[in-house]
DNA sequence: TATGAATGAGTTTTCATTCAT
DNA sequence: TATGAATGAAAACTCATTCAT
C-alpha cells in the first residue's frame, strides 16, 4: 500500500536504507556530482561494493533518495487548526519553513538536481504540486474563505512558491520570519474579501 | 572567421570575456559540476591552460560568471509602462519570464550553485532583492495603487518568487503562463483595494 | 585469523608492494619531483589508478617508500668480524659504501627529499642514528679499544657521516676508496693508541 | 673571459641579479622542480617574460645560481685564529655551521640536485673540496699540528662531511652543536698528539 | 548477499616556453 | 630591454563501475 512496503522487514537498519540515508545528506550537502559513490559508502560504514550491489547506477541512487521519501502532507494539515485563513496562514508558514529547514535534504536535492534530468523534474513539480494542493485544501477549509477555488489555488501556490525559494535557493529560513507577516496579511485578505484588519 | 578580427578592431572581445560568456551558458545548461573546463576550451575556441591563466580555479570562473553579469534591472522598468497595476503586473511577468528564459544562464547558476557556496548565495539574494525592488518601484507608480509600501513590497515578493521557481527550479515557464492569470488578479486586487473587476 | 591480517607487512607479492618498488627505484634514480605517478604505474605494470587506490597521495606514496624499507643494521654488523679497530673499520666502510651503492635507493630519496618535509627528515635522522649506532657497537666490540663511548660515538658519526656524504650527495663512491684508507688509519688511531690527554 | 666581467657595473641591483637571488632562495626552500618560474617571477617582482630573456631554459637558470656564487673561502679563513688546533676547529665548525645556516641556498641546491645533473653534481664536487682545502690549510697552520698532509686532509674531509650532512641533509644545525664538542677533541688530538704511524 | 581490489577514462590544474608588441 | 597573454603537453588526482571471490 504505502512505500513502507519497501521497508517492511526493518528490524534493523537495512544497508540498504542506509546507503539512500547517507547519500541524502551527502546530495543536499554537497551536491549530486560532487559526492562521490566511494564516500556514501564510507560514511555510511558499508564496503564500496555495496552500494553498486543494491543500485545499478550512481543516477538510480539518486532517483531512490528522491523517491521513496515522502511529502509532510500530513504534519501540514494537522498542524494547521484555526478557523481563519490568516490563523491557518501562520501555522502553515510557520510549519513548512520549520519542515524544510529540519528534513530539507530530498527537498533540496530535487530543486538542484533538476535540470537536465526528466525524473527529478518531474518528481520537483510533484512535490510542489503536492504542497500547493496541501495547502489549498487546508484553507478551503477556513471559516472566513469567500474567494473562489481557483483565487485560494493561486494563492497556495505564491505561499508554496515564497517559502520554497526562502528555504531551498536563499538559504535564508530565520531571516525571512517578520517580512512573512506581511505576506500573510496580503493573501489572508485577498481570500476573506476585505482590506478590514481582522 | 579570420575576418572578424578585422571588423571588430574598435570592440575587441576579450579572450576573457569569450571565456566567462562560454561558462555562462554551459553551466546553466548542465550544471556546475557536470561542466568540465576543458569543454568550456573546446566551446570556446581557446587552449585549455588559458582557463586557468585568467582564472586561478574552476570557482573563480563560477565567481566571475556570477558577478560580472548584471541585473536586467531597466528591461522591467521600461516594459511595464500600463496606468494600473493589473497592466503593469502583466507585463512585469511576461518579461521576467521572457526575459529568465533568454538569459537565464546566471540567474540559474546562481540559485543551482548557491548552497554551500556563501558569495554565489549572497548574490543569488542580491539578485533576488534586486528584482522585488524593482518590482516594487514600478507597482508604486501605478495609479490606482491604495496599499502601503510594506504590503507592495510583499507583493512584489511573492510575484518575484512565483515566476522564479517556476522558471529556475521547475523548468516550466510555458505551462505556468495561463496560471499566472489568476495569480495577477489576487495581487492586483490586493493592490488596489477592490474586488471589482478592472 | 591468520597472523597475516594483523601484521602490516604481510608477504605477499601484492602490486602494492610492486609499487612501492617501482616508486623506490625511479625516486632513486630521477628524484621524486621529477617521477611521474604515471611513469610509476606504467613501470609497475600496473593501471595507473591503482597508484592512488592504494596511496592517498603521491607524499604518501613517498612517505611507504621511505618508512617500509628498514635499516640494514644486521649486514654491517655481520660482515665485521675482525678483532681490531682498524679491521672492524675497513669491513665497515667497505660494506656500508657498497650496501648504499646497491641497495642505496630509500637513503638516496630520504636524503633528498628530507628538506621541508618533517616525516622524511625525521626518517633521515633516524637512519643515521641508527648507522652510527650501529658503527659504535661494532667499533665498541674490538679488542683494542681504550677510548670511552662518547668518544666511539664520535668516531662513529665521522665515518657514517663521511661514507654517507660521497654516496648519497656526491655519488663519488667509486673515487673514494682510496681516500677512505687515510680517514680509517686516523679514526683507528684516535680510538686505540697514543690518546694521551693532555 | 670571466662571467663576472658582465656583472661588474651592477650600479643598480640588476633584474637578472634579482631573479638569480629570489631562484636561489626558492630553490633551497623548495627545491628545484617544485618551484616554477612564474613564481620566481612573481616573488622577484618582475614580469614572468623576463625569466627566459635573461636565461634561455630553467635549468640555464639553476646552472647560474649555482655557479654564480662564491665559496665563503675568506671568511673561514678569517675568523680561524687561535694557535692550536682544538681552537681552529672550534672557530671552523662554529663558523661553518653558522654560514651554511645563514647563506645555506647554493650548498642546499648543489647537494639536493645533483643527482643525474653532471653541471650541478661538479659543482657539488667543488664546492666540498674547496671546503675541505681551506678547512685543510687552516688546520697546518696550527702550532701545535705534528701529522703529515695526508692525515690533515682527511681530518678536514671528516669535519666537513659532518657539517655539511648536518646542516644539509638532517636539518639540524642547532641540536647539533653539543655533539661537535667530541668531535673536535677526538680531530685535534689525532692531529696533535701520538701520532704513531704503525 | 557482500566485499574490496582493480580499471582507465576523465578532471582540474600546473608550467616551461613562445611570441607579438 | 621588457612585457604579459597565449599555448598545449603533462601532471596529480577522481571516480563510476566491474569483477573475482
Redesign the interface.
Known amino acids: 500500500m504505502t512505500a513502507q512496503a519497501h521497508t517492511r522487514h526493518a528490524t534493523r537498519p537495512s544497508k540498504r536504507q542506509l546507503i539512500i540515508e547517507t547519500a541524502e545528506r551527502l546530495f543536499?550537502?554537497?551536491?549530486?556530482?560532487?559526492t562521490s559513490t566511494a564516500r556514501i559508502a564510507t560514511e555510511a560504514g558499508v564496503p564500496s561494493g555495496l552500494v553498486f550491489y543494491h543500485f545499478a547506477t550512481k543516477l538510480d541512487l539518486l532517483l531512490a533518495v528522491v523517491q521513496e521519501r515522502p511529502a509532510p502532507r500530513e504534519v501540514l494539515r494537522s498542524t494547521a487548526r484555526g478557523r481563519t485563513v490568516r490563523r491557518r496562514l501562520r501555522a502553515i508558514v510557520a510549519t513548512m519553513a520549520e519542515e524544510l529547514e529540519h528534513d530539507r535534504a530530498a527537498r533540496?536535492i530535487v530543486?538542484?538536481e533538476?535540470?537536465?534530468r526528466p525524473e527529478i523534474?518531474s518528481r520537483?513539480?510533484e512535490l510542489?504540486a503536492e504542497a500547493t494542493e496541501t495547502v489549498a485544501c487546508v484553507l478551503t477549509g477556513a471559516d472566513d474563505v469567500v474567494a473562489d477555488p481557483?483565487?485560494v489555488?493561486?494563492?497556495a501556490?505564491?505561499v508554496v512558491?515564497?517559502v520554497?525559494?526562502?528555504t531551498?535557493?536563499?538559504?535564508?529560513a530565520e531571516t525571512a520570519t517578520h517580512?512573512h507577516a506581511?505576506?500573510i496579511?496580503?493573501?489572508a485578505?485577498?481570500l476573506t474579501?476585505g482590506?478590514r484588519a481582522e
Open positions: 543536499a550537502e554537497h551536491g549530486y556530482d560532487a533540496i530543486f538542484r533538476a535540470q537536465g523534474a520537483a513539480a510542489f481557483a483565487r489555488q493561486a494563492a501556490e505564491l512558491s515564497r520554497f525559494l526562502d531551498v535557493a536563499l538559504g535564508q517580512r506581511e505576506m496579511d496580503l493573501i485578505e485577498s474579501g482590506v
